[in-house]
């Protein structure tokens, strides 16, 4: 297999094309909310919901019926055409590379509304091939179109075999921009016996140790506490280190349950808390959550800020309510401190209640 030169990634892969990014930045990504352009009623009501959604996400992949494809594609045209998304950022999820559709999703996109687009993500991507074909097909779209600035790439991870090659698709062009979990798409590629989109499951669990009788024996038929435990620990983690490598962001995807809001709490938290950014909003009551879980809470910024302060250069360590604090505990707090200025400038409540600490301190 031949390798280019590193440096080959950081030139246009088509003449005319715009240079490729260096860095991606950390734009406020909580929740990527999804939207069916070929329903009127939904589409009408995307204009409004800009600034109250961190990315709005045109949707033309799974949800769209294949006699809706156009119609979702055209829809979308017209509203990437049509509204200003001011702070919110406009992503579109195009049909998988072997349909019918992806060709022309990608033809009529980049030259009518390639200069909104922010991110196009890439369903079932199996390898770098896939992302090396999206990336070259951009480069001369781009070029055709005159646009100035790249659009970046998100791959959903859906196969295990995307998975298996998750290093390699995160640094397959500077365009990537990260990779959510798909988790439905994968427990059925994996075989895995879980029919949940997303969350725990039942079946999964750890138990306690049986209690001993007098006679020192197990009892084995004794209540114990079970702790049902979280299937997708392992693949999140696997792709927030690879993610974090290639100074791309990881996001946990789809919670299929819309009721259980409980449930799709908990699922954000752990990904958050593993290194998450953000997560997918498939209902506007689940837009709420992600805002609120994905942001950090008062009291992890309160107590961030006094680490920061009582380290001073950075060095050394010291104690703050009985917990020694080191350097390495003062990059965790910096990393808090950095997310709670971003989305403080595009979300008024956590600014104030953010602004508010200050007051307490």
């Not at 509203?79 to 406009?90: A, K, L």
């Amino acid at each position: 297999m031949s390798h280019k030169s590193a440096k080959d990634f950081f030139r246009p892969l088509a003449v005319g094309a715009p240079m490729p990014p260096r860095e991606i930045p950390a734009r406020p990504s909580r929740a990527i909310h999804f939207f069916d352009p070929s329903n009127e009623k939904m589409a009408a009501k995307i204009p409004g919901m800009v600034g109250t959604v961190d990315v709005l996400l045109g949707n033309l992949e799974d949800a769209v019926k294949a006699d809706n494809k156009v119609a979702a594609r055209e829809g979308l045209i017209r509203i990437g055409q049509s509204t200003d998304f001011g702070p919110t950022q406009f992503w579109t999820r195009i049909n998988s590379l072997d349909s019918p559709w992806v060709l022309d999703d990608l033809t009529a996109l980049v030259p009518a509304i390639g200069d909104k687009l922010d991110v196009i993500m890439v369903p079932k991507v199996q390898g770098a091939e896939d992302i090396h074909y999206i990336d070259r097909l951009l480069a001369q779209l781009e070029a055709k179109a005159g646009i100035t600035r790249p659009i970046l790439v998100h791959a959903i991870l859906e196969t295990a075999r995307g998975v298996a090659n998750i290093e390699e698709i995160c640094g397959a062009s500077p365009r990537m921009q990260g990779l959510s979990l798909g988790p439905a798409d994968l427990a059925a590629d994996r075989k895995m016996k879980t029919t949940r989109v997303g969350g725990g499951h039942p079946g999964y669990l750890v138990r306690e140790d049986p209690p001993k009788g007098a006679d020192g024996t197990s009892q084995i038929d004794a209540p114990r506490a079970i702790f049902q435990q979280d299937l997708w620990h392992y693949t999140i983690a696997k792709m927030v280190d690879a993610c974090a490598t290639h100074g791309i962001y990881p996001y946990y995807g789809p919670f299929g349950d819309i009721a259980d809001v409980v449930a799709c709490e908990d699922q954000f938290r752990n990904a958050f808390l593993l290194g998450c950014v953000g997560t997918w909003s498939l209902h506007p009551k689940q837009i709420a959550i992600a805002n609120r879980v994905f942001a950090p809470s008062v009291e992890d910024i309160a107590h961030a800020r006094r680490v920061a302060a009582a380290m001073g250069d950075g060095t050394g360590a010291v104690m703050i309510d009985g917990k020694m604090e080191d350097d390495a505990s003062l990059k965790q707090c910096l990393v808090l401190v950095a997310l709670a200025e971003q989305l403080a400038e595009i979300d008024p409540e956590l600014k104030a209640a953010y602004d508010a600490i200050e007051v307490q301190a």
